[in-house]
């Protein structure tokens, strides 16, 4: 029996993990090593990191928890989640096995759903991406376009300052990585610049808050109040996949996710001593 079993490998998985087993507290965490950020080279806008390959990042992390005696990584996917009791969890393997825990905290992020445009999957995280604060200053001086959308003067006005030229393009039909630039193909229009920023749609990268009858946000995230706790008791949430209601959507980055890692877990640890805190 684990007092926290945290699914996601993430920095806010890790975070969690990290935040637990300094408290002394028996903690699984779960990685079946498929990160939203995985086709990106570098991270950036994360101090101490700005521009560290992501699985170096996380390695280090992996490394500063084996310090730790409480809290055990294992390299396997969940397949189901399942409430047991008031407060027990049962969590199915990818080997068949089950874990027990008092705790859940779901760390498993967002996918990306790549649209049926040839070449978009491809050029995602490359030449195609979502996040000017992650990926325009390595674009600084370069011709960019950014794909017509309700958010897309909002992120012309971002990216004006650091390109050498900025076009909204109409919705795409095709992107190809060639040696002389992207070529951005529309209905209407075929640009050749140096990077397309869009936004394709997300959905949960994981059925847990599903299979749990969590309360979701419009966003499609899990809802949480502003101490990670989901709509269900002994169940946290942190990272891309879950915001408070007052936010449209989470905030995507390295560090938010860290930081809702670390609530998420000094809240399961304040709901497991509350009982014997309270007693005193
Ligand atoms: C292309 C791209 C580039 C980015 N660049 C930056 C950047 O430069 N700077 C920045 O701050 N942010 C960047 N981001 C955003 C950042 O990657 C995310 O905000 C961050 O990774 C969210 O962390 P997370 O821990 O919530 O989820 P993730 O990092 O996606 O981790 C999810 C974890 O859950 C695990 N998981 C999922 N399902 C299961 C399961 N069934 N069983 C076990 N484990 C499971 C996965 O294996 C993984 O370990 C980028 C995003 C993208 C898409």
Not at 26 to 44: C, E, I, K, V, W
Not at 48 to 60: I, L, Q, S
Not at 156 to 178: F, H, K
Request: proline share 6%.
């Amino acid at each position: 029996m684990y007092d926290a079993l945290v699914i996601g490998g993430g920095p806010a998985g890790l975070q969690a993990a990290l935040t637990l087993a300094r408290m002394h507290r028996p903690t699984l965490l779960l990685d079946s090593g498929t990160y939203r950020n995985g086709p990106a080279q570098g991270m950036h806008n994360v101090l101490t990191n700005d521009g560290r390959h992501p699985a170096e990042f996380r390695a280090v992390v992996r490394g500063e928890l084996a310090a730790y005696d409480d809290v055990e990584v294992r390299d396997i996917a969940a397949d189901s989640v399942e409430r047991l009791d008031d407060k027990t969890f049962a969590v199915g393997l990818a080997d068949d096995s089950v874990v027990i825990a008092r705790n859940l905290v779901l760390a498993t992020g967002l996918r990306d759903v790549m649209p049926d445009v040839p070449g978009f999957a491809e050029a995602w995280g490359r030449s195609v991406h979502m996040c000017p604060f992650c990926d325009a200053h390595e674009l600084s001086g370069r011709r960019l376009a950014v794909e017509e959308a309700e958010g897309a003067p909002h992120v012309v006005a971002m990216l004006s300052p650091i390109a050498a030229s900025v076009e909204v393009v109409p919705p795409v039909t095709s992107v190809e990585m060639t040696s002389e630039g992207l070529h951005v193909a529309s209905s209407s229009s075929r640009v050749v610049v140096d990077a397309l920023f869009t936004h394709p749609e997300f959905e949960q990268a994981a059925p847990f808050a599903s299979q749990l009858g969590l309360e979701l946000n419009e966003s499609g995230c899990v809802a949480i109040d502003s101490f990670g706790r989901t709509s269900m008791p002994g169940v946290y949430a942190a990272g891309d996949l879950a915001h408070v209601e007052d936010l449209p959507q989470p905030v995507m980055s390295v560090l938010a996710a860290a930081y809702a890692g670390q609530v998420a877990g000094s809240s399961v640890l304040s709901d497991l001593i509350a009982p014997v805190a309270q007693s005193a």
